[in-house]
Protein backbone atom coordinates (compact mmCIF):
# COMPACT_ATOMS: atom_id res chain seq x y z
CA UNK A 1 0.00 0.00 0.00
CA UNK A 2 1.28 3.08 -0.42
CA UNK A 3 -0.08 6.77 1.05
CA UNK A 4 -0.13 9.86 -1.13
CA UNK A 5 0.46 13.75 0.21
CA UNK A 6 -0.93 16.53 -0.80
CA UNK A 7 0.33 19.63 -0.50
CA UNK A 8 -0.49 22.88 -1.87
CA UNK A 9 2.57 24.76 -3.35
CA UNK A 10 4.00 28.62 -3.07
CA UNK A 11 1.68 29.54 -6.04
CA UNK A 12 -1.31 27.93 -5.30
CA UNK A 13 -0.51 24.60 -7.38
CA UNK A 14 -0.74 21.34 -5.73
CA UNK A 15 2.29 19.05 -5.32
CA UNK A 16 1.20 15.02 -4.78
CA UNK A 17 4.33 12.89 -2.84
CA UNK A 18 4.41 9.47 -2.80
CA UNK A 19 5.55 7.91 0.73
CA UNK A 20 4.95 3.97 0.75
CA UNK A 21 3.54 2.41 4.34
CA UNK A 22 6.04 0.53 6.67
CA UNK A 23 4.31 -2.32 5.29
CA UNK A 24 5.34 -1.65 1.80
CA UNK A 25 8.96 -1.00 3.17
CA UNK A 26 9.11 -4.48 4.90
CA UNK A 27 7.89 -6.27 1.53
CA UNK A 28 10.71 -4.70 -0.38
CA UNK A 29 13.58 -5.25 1.48
CA UNK A 30 12.11 -9.14 1.97
CA UNK A 31 12.04 -8.57 -1.94
CA UNK A 32 16.19 -7.62 -1.25
CA UNK A 33 15.81 -4.10 -1.30
CA UNK A 34 18.64 -3.61 1.41
CA UNK A 35 17.94 0.27 1.01
CA UNK A 36 14.72 0.40 1.83
CA UNK A 37 14.74 -0.12 5.23
CA UNK A 38 16.96 3.58 5.57
CA UNK A 39 13.49 5.06 5.30
CA UNK A 40 11.95 3.32 8.05
CA UNK A 41 15.52 4.05 10.07
CA UNK A 42 14.65 7.58 9.03
CA UNK A 43 10.95 7.24 10.08
CA UNK A 44 11.45 5.78 13.37
CA UNK A 45 15.28 6.63 14.97
CA UNK A 46 14.40 9.75 16.68
CA UNK A 47 11.51 8.27 18.50
CA UNK A 48 13.62 5.00 19.45
CA UNK A 49 16.50 7.74 20.32
CA UNK A 50 13.76 9.30 22.59
CA UNK A 51 12.55 6.22 24.19
CA UNK A 52 16.02 4.81 24.55
CA UNK A 53 17.49 7.55 26.09
CA UNK A 54 14.47 7.98 28.67
CA UNK A 55 14.95 4.51 29.39
CA UNK A 56 18.82 4.19 29.98
CA UNK A 57 19.82 7.82 30.70
CA UNK A 58 22.63 7.65 28.88
CA UNK A 59 23.08 9.09 24.92
CA UNK A 60 25.68 6.93 24.23
CA UNK A 61 24.08 3.38 25.66
CA UNK A 62 20.87 4.54 24.10
CA UNK A 63 22.32 4.82 20.61
CA UNK A 64 23.90 1.95 20.80
CA UNK A 65 20.89 -0.05 21.69
CA UNK A 66 18.75 1.97 18.52
CA UNK A 67 21.36 0.75 16.61
CA UNK A 68 21.01 -3.33 17.93
CA UNK A 69 17.57 -3.10 17.94
CA UNK A 70 17.38 -1.87 14.28
CA UNK A 71 19.63 -4.43 13.18
CA UNK A 72 17.34 -7.40 15.34
CA UNK A 73 14.60 -6.02 14.01
CA UNK A 74 16.19 -6.29 9.99
CA UNK A 75 17.21 -9.86 10.74
CA UNK A 76 13.69 -10.64 12.24
CA UNK A 77 11.71 -9.07 9.48
CA UNK A 78 10.61 -12.45 7.76
CA UNK A 79 8.55 -12.78 10.95
CA UNK A 80 6.72 -9.28 10.75
CA UNK A 81 3.28 -9.37 10.20
CA UNK A 82 1.15 -6.98 8.17
CA UNK A 83 -1.65 -7.08 10.67
CA UNK A 84 0.70 -5.87 13.18
CA UNK A 85 2.16 -2.09 12.92
CA UNK A 86 5.66 -1.62 12.22
CA UNK A 87 6.39 0.77 15.28
CA UNK A 88 5.00 -0.87 18.04
CA UNK A 89 7.11 -4.16 16.34
CA UNK A 90 10.02 -2.17 16.08
CA UNK A 91 9.05 -0.36 19.93
CA UNK A 92 8.76 -4.01 21.58
CA UNK A 93 12.36 -4.82 20.20
CA UNK A 94 13.69 -2.16 21.53
CA UNK A 95 11.83 -2.13 24.98
CA UNK A 96 13.49 -5.40 24.95
CA UNK A 97 16.83 -4.23 24.33
CA UNK A 98 16.96 -1.67 26.65
CA UNK A 99 15.98 -4.28 29.49
CA UNK A 100 18.96 -6.28 28.05
CA UNK A 101 21.09 -3.00 28.30
CA UNK A 102 19.93 -2.08 31.85
CA UNK A 103 20.40 -5.87 33.00
CA UNK A 104 24.23 -5.50 31.68
CA UNK A 105 24.96 -2.57 33.64
CA UNK A 106 23.86 -4.00 36.48
CA UNK A 107 26.21 -6.39 35.54
CA UNK A 108 28.79 -4.07 35.29
CA UNK A 109 27.30 -1.93 38.67
CA UNK A 110 26.16 1.24 36.92
CA UNK A 111 23.03 0.96 38.31
CA UNK A 112 20.44 3.75 38.57
CA UNK A 113 21.24 6.01 40.86
CA UNK A 114 18.09 5.71 43.46
CA UNK A 115 19.01 8.14 46.52
CA UNK A 116 17.20 11.27 46.90
CA UNK A 117 20.26 12.41 48.48
CA UNK A 118 22.90 11.95 46.21
CA UNK A 119 20.33 12.92 43.59
CA UNK A 120 19.93 16.54 44.96
CA UNK A 121 23.36 16.65 45.68
CA UNK A 122 24.27 15.71 41.97
CA UNK A 123 25.71 18.50 39.96
CA UNK A 124 23.17 20.39 37.58
CA UNK A 125 24.40 19.69 33.86
CA UNK A 126 23.14 23.01 31.90
CA UNK A 127 22.91 26.47 33.75
CA UNK A 128 20.16 27.18 31.44
CA UNK A 129 16.99 27.55 33.09
CA UNK A 130 15.30 24.97 30.68
CA UNK A 131 18.12 22.78 30.48
CA UNK A 132 18.68 22.57 34.01
CA UNK A 133 14.95 21.71 34.86
CA UNK A 134 15.35 18.97 31.53
CA UNK A 135 18.56 18.37 33.65
CA UNK A 136 16.65 17.59 36.75
CA UNK A 137 13.84 15.89 35.49
CA UNK A 138 16.20 13.14 33.65
CA UNK A 139 17.69 12.82 37.38
CA UNK A 140 14.25 12.31 38.71
CA UNK A 141 13.01 9.92 36.42
CA UNK A 142 16.56 7.81 36.58
CA UNK A 143 15.12 7.31 40.00
CA UNK A 144 12.00 5.37 39.45
CA UNK A 145 12.65 1.69 39.17
CA UNK A 146 12.86 0.14 35.89
CA UNK A 147 9.42 -0.78 35.78
CA UNK A 148 7.73 2.48 36.45
CA UNK A 149 10.10 4.26 34.22
CA UNK A 150 9.35 2.40 31.45
CA UNK A 151 5.69 2.72 31.72
CA UNK A 152 5.67 6.55 31.91
CA UNK A 153 7.79 6.95 29.00
CA UNK A 154 5.19 5.08 27.25
CA UNK A 155 2.60 6.39 28.49
CA UNK A 156 3.35 10.22 28.75
CA UNK A 157 6.06 10.87 26.60
CA UNK A 158 4.79 8.17 23.97
CA UNK A 159 1.72 8.82 24.74
CA UNK A 160 0.69 5.44 24.07
CA UNK A 161 -2.49 3.65 24.76
CA UNK A 162 -2.60 0.76 27.86
CA UNK A 163 -3.47 -2.07 24.88
CA UNK A 164 -0.41 -0.66 23.10
CA UNK A 165 1.69 -0.91 26.16
CA UNK A 166 0.49 -4.07 27.24
CA UNK A 167 1.55 -5.59 23.80
CA UNK A 168 5.17 -3.86 23.86
CA UNK A 169 5.88 -4.76 27.44
CA UNK A 170 4.13 -8.21 27.90
CA UNK A 171 2.66 -6.49 31.15
CA UNK A 172 -1.22 -6.41 32.17
CA UNK A 173 -2.84 -3.49 32.16
CA UNK A 174 -3.48 -3.16 35.43
CA UNK A 175 0.27 -3.45 36.34
CA UNK A 176 0.76 -0.82 33.83
CA UNK A 177 -1.68 1.59 34.88
CA UNK A 178 -0.34 1.27 38.68
CA UNK A 179 3.15 1.64 37.73
CA UNK A 180 2.43 4.76 36.00
CA UNK A 181 0.50 6.03 39.19
CA UNK A 182 3.29 5.45 40.82
CA UNK A 183 5.72 6.70 38.81
CA UNK A 184 3.95 9.90 38.92
CA UNK A 185 3.74 10.11 42.32
CA UNK A 186 6.98 9.60 42.87
CA UNK A 187 8.16 12.64 39.98
CA UNK A 188 5.73 14.82 41.71
CA UNK A 189 7.67 14.28 44.84
CA UNK A 190 11.05 14.63 43.51
CA UNK A 191 10.23 17.60 41.19
CA UNK A 192 7.58 19.73 43.22
CA UNK A 193 10.72 21.70 44.90
CA UNK A 194 12.03 22.35 41.46
CA UNK A 195 8.82 23.80 39.29
CA UNK A 196 7.85 26.27 42.31
CA UNK A 197 11.14 27.11 42.55
CA UNK B 1 -4.57 31.23 41.94
CA UNK B 2 -4.08 27.83 40.94
CA UNK B 3 -5.75 24.47 42.47
CA UNK B 4 -4.21 21.88 43.67
CA UNK B 5 -4.98 19.90 40.59
CA UNK B 6 -4.33 22.49 38.08
CA UNK B 7 -1.05 22.59 40.01
CA UNK B 8 -0.05 18.59 39.36
CA UNK B 9 -1.49 18.89 35.79
CA UNK B 10 0.93 22.23 34.96
CA UNK B 11 3.85 20.10 36.80
CA UNK B 12 3.28 16.75 34.65
CA UNK B 13 3.19 19.11 31.40
CA UNK B 14 6.62 20.43 32.06
CA UNK B 15 7.91 17.16 32.82
CA UNK B 16 6.31 15.53 29.85
CA UNK B 17 7.43 18.44 27.67
CA UNK B 18 11.06 17.98 29.13
CA UNK B 19 11.28 14.56 28.45
CA UNK B 20 10.02 14.97 24.63
CA UNK B 21 12.34 17.53 24.14
CA UNK B 22 16.02 17.31 23.55
CA UNK B 23 16.76 13.99 21.45
CA UNK B 24 17.66 15.02 17.86
CA UNK B 25 18.41 12.21 15.70
CA UNK B 26 21.54 12.73 13.43
CA UNK B 27 21.92 11.55 10.23
CA UNK B 28 24.96 10.52 11.04
CA UNK B 29 23.65 8.24 13.66
CA UNK B 30 20.94 6.68 10.93
CA UNK B 31 23.94 5.93 8.52
CA UNK B 32 25.62 4.43 11.54
CA UNK B 33 22.63 2.01 11.84
CA UNK B 34 22.18 1.55 7.88
CA UNK B 35 25.97 0.31 7.87
CA UNK B 36 25.19 -1.44 10.52
CA UNK B 37 22.27 -4.00 8.95
CA UNK B 38 24.29 -3.96 5.15
CA UNK B 39 26.88 -6.04 7.21
CA UNK B 40 24.42 -8.08 8.70
CA UNK B 41 23.19 -11.46 7.24
CA UNK B 42 19.58 -10.92 5.43
CA UNK B 43 16.32 -11.11 6.76
CA UNK B 44 14.93 -14.79 6.41
CA UNK B 45 11.31 -14.81 4.94
CA UNK B 46 9.22 -16.94 7.39
CA UNK B 47 11.19 -17.35 10.37
CA UNK B 48 14.80 -17.02 11.98
CA UNK B 49 15.36 -13.96 13.91
CA UNK B 50 15.32 -13.63 17.42
CA UNK B 51 13.86 -15.18 20.25
CA UNK B 52 13.07 -12.28 21.86
CA UNK B 53 11.15 -10.76 18.85
CA UNK B 54 7.57 -12.59 20.04
CA UNK B 55 5.91 -15.73 19.14
CA UNK B 56 7.55 -18.91 17.84
CA UNK B 57 9.11 -19.01 14.51
CA UNK B 58 6.94 -20.81 12.14
CA UNK B 59 10.11 -22.86 11.50
CA UNK B 60 10.05 -24.42 14.92
CA UNK B 61 7.97 -26.97 15.93
CA UNK B 62 5.97 -26.48 19.25
CA UNK B 63 8.66 -26.15 22.36
CA UNK B 64 8.43 -29.50 23.46
CA UNK B 65 8.30 -28.23 27.34
CA UNK B 66 4.57 -27.14 25.55
CA UNK B 67 3.64 -30.78 24.61
CA UNK B 68 1.66 -32.97 27.01
CA UNK B 69 4.30 -35.57 27.01
CA UNK B 70 7.40 -32.91 28.13
CA UNK B 71 4.44 -32.96 31.33
CA UNK B 72 4.80 -36.39 32.15
CA UNK B 73 8.94 -36.49 31.27
CA UNK B 74 8.89 -33.62 33.09
CA UNK B 75 6.92 -34.97 36.64
CA UNK B 76 9.50 -37.75 35.90
CA UNK B 77 12.61 -35.70 36.02
CA UNK B 78 11.82 -33.68 38.64
CA UNK B 79 11.14 -36.64 40.78
CA UNK B 80 14.23 -38.15 39.63
CA UNK B 81 15.89 -34.79 41.04
CA UNK B 82 14.50 -35.26 44.11
CA UNK B 83 15.42 -38.66 44.56
CA UNK B 84 19.03 -38.29 43.36
CA UNK B 85 19.26 -35.48 45.72
CA UNK B 86 18.46 -37.46 48.48
CA UNK B 87 20.51 -40.28 47.03
CA UNK B 88 24.11 -38.38 47.07
CA UNK B 89 22.77 -35.38 49.41
CA UNK B 90 24.41 -32.09 48.28
CA UNK B 91 28.12 -32.92 48.49
CA UNK B 92 28.66 -33.61 44.64
CA UNK B 93 28.08 -33.66 41.01
CA UNK B 94 25.36 -36.68 40.59
CA UNK B 95 26.46 -39.60 37.41
CA UNK B 96 24.24 -39.09 34.34
CA UNK B 97 22.15 -41.09 34.05
CA UNK B 98 22.29 -43.20 30.74
CA UNK B 99 19.52 -42.02 28.05
CA UNK B 100 19.69 -38.86 29.88
CA UNK B 101 21.26 -35.61 29.92
CA UNK B 102 23.13 -33.79 32.13
CA UNK B 103 21.14 -29.90 32.74
CA UNK B 104 22.37 -27.22 35.03
CA UNK B 105 21.03 -26.99 38.01
CA UNK B 106 21.09 -25.56 41.83
CA UNK B 107 20.00 -26.42 45.22
CA UNK B 108 19.17 -23.81 47.38
CA UNK B 109 17.57 -23.59 50.76
CA UNK B 110 18.82 -24.65 54.16
CA UNK B 111 21.76 -22.65 56.74
CA UNK B 112 24.22 -23.08 53.83
CA UNK B 113 22.48 -23.30 50.27
CA UNK B 114 24.72 -25.71 48.40
CA UNK B 115 24.03 -26.98 44.69
CA UNK B 116 23.50 -30.08 42.86
CA UNK B 117 24.05 -31.54 39.57
CA UNK B 118 20.74 -33.48 38.75
CA UNK B 119 20.23 -35.68 35.36
CA UNK B 120 16.51 -35.08 33.32
CA UNK B 121 15.32 -35.86 30.03
CA UNK B 122 16.34 -33.69 27.26
CA UNK B 123 14.59 -35.65 24.23
CA UNK B 124 15.15 -34.01 21.55
CA UNK B 125 18.98 -32.74 22.20
CA UNK B 126 19.36 -31.08 18.64
CA UNK B 127 17.48 -29.57 16.21
CA UNK B 128 17.84 -26.86 13.37
CA UNK B 129 15.84 -23.41 13.35
CA UNK B 130 15.93 -20.78 10.40
CA UNK B 131 17.84 -23.31 8.56
CA UNK B 132 21.26 -22.06 10.06
CA UNK B 133 21.13 -22.10 14.01
CA UNK B 134 21.46 -25.78 15.54
CA UNK B 135 19.97 -25.99 18.71
CA UNK B 136 19.71 -28.37 22.19
CA UNK B 137 17.28 -28.85 24.27
CA UNK B 138 18.53 -27.99 27.96
CA UNK B 139 17.10 -28.17 30.65
CA UNK B 140 17.65 -26.06 34.28
CA UNK B 141 16.57 -27.33 37.40
CA UNK B 142 17.18 -25.04 40.59
CA UNK B 143 15.79 -26.35 43.74
CA UNK B 144 14.81 -22.95 45.52
CA UNK B 145 11.33 -23.79 47.63
CA UNK B 146 11.85 -20.46 49.12
CA UNK B 147 12.53 -18.40 46.43
CA UNK B 148 9.75 -16.20 44.81
CA UNK B 149 10.71 -16.54 41.03
CA UNK B 150 13.68 -18.00 39.88
CA UNK B 151 15.36 -17.25 35.75
CA UNK B 152 17.99 -18.24 33.73
CA UNK B 153 20.07 -16.31 32.08
CA UNK B 154 23.16 -16.59 30.21
CA UNK B 155 24.84 -15.55 26.63
CA UNK B 156 22.32 -17.15 25.01
CA UNK B 157 19.16 -14.78 26.18
CA UNK B 158 21.32 -12.09 26.34
CA UNK B 159 21.36 -12.14 30.19
CA UNK B 160 17.66 -10.83 30.19
CA UNK B 161 16.03 -11.71 33.69
CA UNK B 162 12.74 -11.60 31.92
CA UNK B 163 13.62 -13.97 29.01
CA UNK B 164 13.40 -17.08 30.74
CA UNK B 165 11.62 -17.58 33.92
CA UNK B 166 11.62 -21.04 35.50
CA UNK B 167 8.12 -23.05 36.58
CA UNK B 168 7.86 -24.05 40.28
CA UNK B 169 6.41 -27.63 41.35
CA UNK B 170 7.11 -29.40 44.36
CA UNK B 171 9.96 -27.05 45.21
CA UNK B 172 11.96 -27.05 42.34
CA UNK B 173 11.86 -24.53 39.36
CA UNK B 174 12.50 -25.56 36.01
CA UNK B 175 12.15 -25.07 32.80
CA UNK B 176 13.80 -25.95 29.29
CA UNK B 177 15.02 -24.10 26.84
CA UNK B 178 16.38 -24.00 23.58
CA UNK B 179 20.14 -23.37 23.43
CA UNK B 180 22.08 -22.86 20.19
CA UNK B 181 25.31 -25.22 20.03
CA UNK B 182 28.32 -23.88 21.14
CA UNK B 183 29.47 -22.66 24.21
CA UNK B 184 27.78 -20.78 26.78
CA UNK B 185 27.73 -18.82 30.15
CA UNK B 186 24.96 -18.58 32.26
CA UNK B 187 23.99 -18.13 35.81
CA UNK B 188 20.56 -18.46 37.77
CA UNK B 189 18.53 -15.29 39.30
CA UNK B 190 16.88 -15.51 42.31
CA UNK B 191 13.46 -13.36 43.06
CA UNK B 192 14.85 -10.57 40.17
CA UNK B 193 18.05 -9.70 42.16
CA UNK B 194 20.54 -12.68 43.20
CA UNK B 195 22.51 -13.69 40.80
CA UNK B 196 23.68 -17.21 41.32
CA UNK B 197 26.51 -19.12 39.41
CA UNK B 198 25.76 -23.35 39.37
CA UNK B 199 29.35 -24.22 41.63
CA UNK B 200 29.40 -27.80 40.41
CA UNK B 201 29.71 -26.19 36.90
CA UNK B 202 32.97 -25.11 35.33
CA UNK B 203 33.16 -21.42 35.96
CA UNK B 204 34.06 -19.28 32.95
CA UNK B 205 37.18 -17.10 33.42
CA UNK B 206 36.52 -13.28 35.24
CA UNK B 207 35.77 -11.10 32.04
CA UNK B 208 34.69 -7.17 32.38
CA UNK B 209 31.46 -7.55 34.00
CA UNK B 210 33.24 -9.39 36.85
CA UNK B 211 32.92 -13.04 35.27
CA UNK B 212 32.93 -16.41 36.92
CA UNK B 213 29.50 -17.35 35.57
CA UNK B 214 28.82 -20.82 34.92
CA UNK B 215 30.06 -22.44 31.59
CA UNK B 216 27.52 -25.03 29.69
CA UNK B 217 28.01 -26.30 26.29
CA UNK B 218 25.50 -27.72 24.07
CA UNK B 219 27.17 -29.95 20.81
CA UNK B 220 26.32 -32.56 18.97
CA UNK B 221 26.75 -35.34 21.04
CA UNK B 222 25.53 -34.54 24.36
CA UNK B 223 23.11 -32.19 23.68
CA UNK B 224 23.73 -30.08 26.62
CA UNK B 225 27.07 -30.99 28.75
CA UNK B 226 29.11 -28.68 31.18
Not at chain 1, 92 to 121: P, Q, W, Y
Not at chain 2, 16 to 30: H, I, N, Q
Not at chain 2, 155 to 173: E, M, R
Request: charge should be neutral; charged fraction near 25%; include cysteine.
Amino acid sequence: MTHFHVTRGDRGGFTISVKPTDAALVQRVLEGDVESFAVLVDRHHERCLRIALRLLGNSEDAEETVQDAFVRAYRALGRYEEREQFAPWLTRILVNRCRTAMSRRVRHGKTFVDDELAIAAAPTRDSADGGMWRAEVERALAALPAEQREAFVLKHVEELEYEAMAEITGAGISALKMRVKRARERLRVLLEGEHDS
Amino acid sequence: MMSGDEMEGALEARITSALREGVASTPEARERVMRAIRASAPPVRGGGGDAEIGGVSSVVARPFWRTPAFALLAAASIAGVIALVRAVGVEGPIPEVPGQRTVASRREGGPAPQSVVAAAAAPRAASVVDGRTRVGQVQFVFVAPQARRVAVVGDFNDWDVAAAPLTLAGGVWSGQLEVPFGRHDYAFVVDGERWVRDPNAPRAPADEFGGGYSVLVVDENSGAHR
